[in-house]
């Protein structure tokens, strides 16, 4: 069963920077699509990057060029930097993990395994 914890988030004044991490566990030497996702009050839950070895890196449109997201396999762990930080970037921020070669796709619910989130929130 893969675990993941996510780390890093907290509160920042708009043009900030944070890290945030995944540490992951359980893997079971399958290929992974590894992504970023958050959700705001009150709306859905929103894909923001994701990466596989297969085919590199996604990013939704209103983070491109700011947010970064990467990955150390050795240490199981996932990242995402995130630059230039706006209010609208405020929401809980989780890791996800699904059994596949590519992120071809990365819809919230073609994801199985979850983390339990960690809060960004930017003030201007």
């Known amino acids: 069963q893969v675990q993941l914890v996510e780390s890093g988030g907290g509160s920042v004044q708009a043009g900030g920077s944070l890290r945030l991490s995944c540490a992951a566990s359980g893997y079971t030497g399958r290929a992974y699509c590894m992504g970023w996702f958050r959700q705001a009050p009150g709306k859905q839950r929103e894909g923001v990057a994701a990466?596989?070895?297969?085919?590199?890196?996604h990013y939704t449109d209103s983070v491109k060029g700011r947010f970064t997201i990467s990955k150390d396999n050795a240490k199981n762990t996932l990242y995402l930097q995130m630059n230039s930080l706006k209010p609208e970037d405020t929401a809980m921020y989780y890791c996800?993990?699904?059994?596949?070669?590519?992120?071809?796709?990365?819809?919230?619910?073609?994801?199985?395994?979850w983390g339990r989130g960690t809060q960004v929130t930017v003030s201007s």
């Open positions: 990466i596989s070895s297969y085919d590199g890196t």
């Open positions: 996800a993990a699904r059994p596949a070669l590519s992120c071809d796709s990365w819809y919230t619910t073609q994801f199985p395994y």
